[in-house]
Structures are given as structure tokens and as C-alpha cells.
């Protein structure tokens, strides 16, 4: 446990950040599901609709070190190619 008030500090803002960053994944995760679920039932319109919303988002949290850079551009470029096939 931390003893100093300097260390004690960078606890409670290590568990701030901690629990932001994990809403904010969270919130990424619902996006590429909601896009995922319009491709699986093979609306292509409403996953062309949930891509361009998510896609922002992803820049964002990719932005903020959220996710990696790599792994972001690797869930846009995937997501992007599924929404592609399904309007083809």
C-alpha cells in the first residue's frame, strides 16, 4: 500500500483513470457489437449506419490510448470489409 501522500495520491488517480478507460472500452465493445449484430442479420443499412457511428468512436478511443492504434485501425478495416460484402 502506498505511504507517501504523493503515492496515495497516484493510487486514487490510477483507479480513476482505471475505471474511465474501462467504461470507455466498454462503450467501444457496444459499438462493434451493435455493428456486428446488423451484419449478422443482414440489414445492410442499419450496419452501414452503425459502421459510421462507430468508426468515430473508435478514432476517439484510439486517440485517448484506449486501444492501440494498430488495433483500432484492424476493427475498422474488418468491420468496414463485413459491411462492404453484405451491401455487394
Given at each position: 500500500?502506498?505511504?507517501?501522500?504523493?503515492?496515495?495520491?497516484?493510487?486514487?488517480?490510477?483507479?480513476?483513470?482505471?475505471?474511465?478507460?474501462?467504461?470507455?472500452?466498454?462503450?467501444?465493445?457496444?459499438?462493434?457489437?451493435?455493428?456486428?449484430?446488423?451484419?449478422?442479420?443482414?440489414?445492410?443499412?442499419?450496419?452501414?449506419?452503425?459502421?459510421?457511428?462507430?468508426?468515430?468512436?473508435?478514432?476517439?478511443?484510439?486517440?485517448?490510448?484506449?486501444?492501440?492504434?494498430?488495433?483500432?485501425?484492424?476493427?475498422?478495416?474488418?468491420?468496414?470489409?463485413?459491411?462492404?460484402k453484405l451491401s455487394a
Amino acid at each position: 500500500m502506498a505511504n507517501s501522500p504523493q503515492a496515495r495520491k497516484r493510487a486514487r488517480q490510477a483507479e480513476t483513470a482505471r475505471r474511465r478507460n474501462a467504461s470507455h472500452r466498454s462503450m467501444v465493445r457496444t459499438y462493434i457489437k451493435k455493428v456486428q449484430a446488423a451484419i449478422e442479420a443482414e440489414d445492410a443499412e442499419a450496419a452501414q449506419a452503425a459502421l459510421t457511428s462507430a468508426i468515430p468512436v473508435i478514432d476517439r478511443m484510439a486517440a485517448k490510448g484506449i486501444l492501440h492504434r494498430n488495433k483500432a485501425t484492424r476493427y475498422k478495416s474488418r468491420l468496414s470489409a463485413a459491411v462492404k460484402k453484405l451491401s455487394a
